[in-house]
């Protein structure tokens, strides 16, 4: 029995110490919400809240699943929820690659059934020289997402996350600096 515990848990050590293991940076990190528990908003011109952030970090590996397949990389996503839940929004930043995204989500019903609403993608090394003042601070290389159906204005910021959304139906929220 110790014979057979012993092999399998060296196996184990053999499989997992042959992957490769590509980690979050800093930098990686900077571009989620992962120092932040919440954020203060402004919304509608006229009332300040306070927005809840959930940040969760995680491994994957390979493209044959769960597998170790020899290459992985860790993962992070800030997610933060408004109008009471009916939209999530979902920051992902993966280690070793350049880019991650932005992405929207609808709640479909009470059992918080999400729908995919739009996804936006940024480029870590972009350099967009869009700058933006919101609330009387200034912002530069703003990534500044739109769609017709859904999203009228997404201001993305590294560091800083979404600081400005604005939706079709009117609804505003503004990062108070």
Known sequence: MKTKFFITALLIIMIYSCTDMCKLTRDDKDWLLADYKSLNYLENNNKTIKVNIDNNFGNSYGREGWFPSGEGWE????????????????INSTACENSGAVSVYTRKNLNYSLEHVRGFRYYKDSITNNTVNVLGKEYKNCFVFKDSTYIKNLTFVKSYGIVKIELRDGYKLELIP
Do not use: P, Q
């Not at 993962?75 to 979902?90: A, E, N, P, V």
């Open 75 to 90: 993962w992070g996503k800030s997610t933060f929820y408004i109008r009471d839940s009916l939209y999530w929004i979902f």
